[in-house]
């Protein structure tokens, strides 16, 4: 458990939250509190993140919690991320910077490394607010029958300004993710270790709808709970992958998740074919007649 003491100083002219502020801690310090928590393993997958990842960093290791686990892998950045990890390695579980096939993969591999209870994935550009880890390991602490546990996020500029509050549409994980045909909040998701080991973690496959895929299965498989919390920020700004010119991308990607879904799933053949037409058409609407209605106005 880190304090902000323990951390190097932050960039000149930095204030605030993750920079000169640490949220409150879960226990005492030297007692055995962290016994009660359950281990939170978080993995950052990262690549020339250079000007956010601090953020990142200092965001997980200031929550306060008491069993934290805290694994960064890195693709070979070239950009002076590495001089930011470095500045960091004591206070992590295991780093390393290579050369590696992408997003999924890096995550799949900072989860083969992790020792944790609950998992979850904080990208290089988007970072956690204080107490989201505590507001989480109590969660599962009091319904030990859960497995996955998801709240509400912000999105942020480049900048770190406030740009919208973002809801899931639904609470229930299952609706959102299978009948909505929508993706969880990537940023605010955290499951049981087992739980995803047993749906097969991330398929490496996918490159814009990792989350989707993981998500989908594990809520069809799982008990989920949402909680009224902002658990974090995710970051909008023109370089990244989720924006409107990979939007074909996107619905082919969507597209196979749901296909790959409906093969696999345990339903009678009818169930199947009706939550694939409701599905598809969702995917239809939202991505083909919402963009001729834009166009035409």
């Known amino acids: 458990m880190s304090r902000l003491s323990d951390l190097p100083l932050p960039p000149a002219g930095k204030s605030g939250w993750p920079w000169t502020e640490e949220a409150l801690l879960s226990c005492s310090p030297g007692s055995t509190d962290h016994v009660r928590w359950p281990k939170i393993s978080v993995v950052t997958p990262s690549y020339n993140q250079g000007r956010f990842i601090e953020e990142t960093i200092r965001s997980v290791l200031l929550q306060g919690y008491p069993n934290l686990e805290y694994i960064i892998i890195d693709g070979g950045s070239t950009d002076g991320t590495l001089d ?3 500045k960091y ?6 780093w390393v910077s290579e050369p590696d096939s992408g997003q999924g993969y890096a995550i799949n591999k900072g989860f083969d490394k992790a020792t944790g209870d609950i998992f979850a994935w904080i990208n290089s550009d988007d970072y956690y607010y204080p107490g989201a880890f505590s507001a989480v390991g109590q969660a599962f602490r009091q319904h030990p029958g ?3 546990v998801h709240g509400y996020e912000h999105y942020v500029d480049e900048n770190g300004e406030f740009l919208q509050e973002v809801f899931p549409p639904f609470k229930n994980a299952r609706t959102t993710t299978l009948y909505f045909g929508h993706p969880l909040l990537q940023v605010s998701c955290f499951w049981r270790a087992g739980a995803y080991h047993s749906v097969g973690g991330l398929d490496e496959r996918f490159h814009y709808h990792l989350d989707y895929d993981l998500f989908l299965r594990m809520s069809y498989k799982y008990k989920s709970m949402y909680i009224s919390r902002c658990i974090g920020a995710f970051r909008r700004y023109p370089e990244q992958k989720c924006r409107p010119e990979l939007r ?3 619905v082919l990607e969507y597209r196979r998740a749901i296909e ?3 093969k696999q799933a345990e339903l009678s053949t009818l169930s199947r074919r009706l939550l694939g037409w409701w599905l598809k058409g969702l995917l239809y609407w939202r991505y083909e007649m919402k963009e001729r ?3 035409s106005a």
Do not use: G, H, W
């Open 260 to 262: 790959k879904f409906l």
């Open 89 to 94: 390695q004591d206070m992590l579980a295991y």
């Open 146 to 148: 859960l497995s996955l």
């Open 293 to 295: 209605v834009t166009r």
């Open 248 to 250: 074909e991308q996107f």
């Open 84 to 86: 930011i990890i470095r």
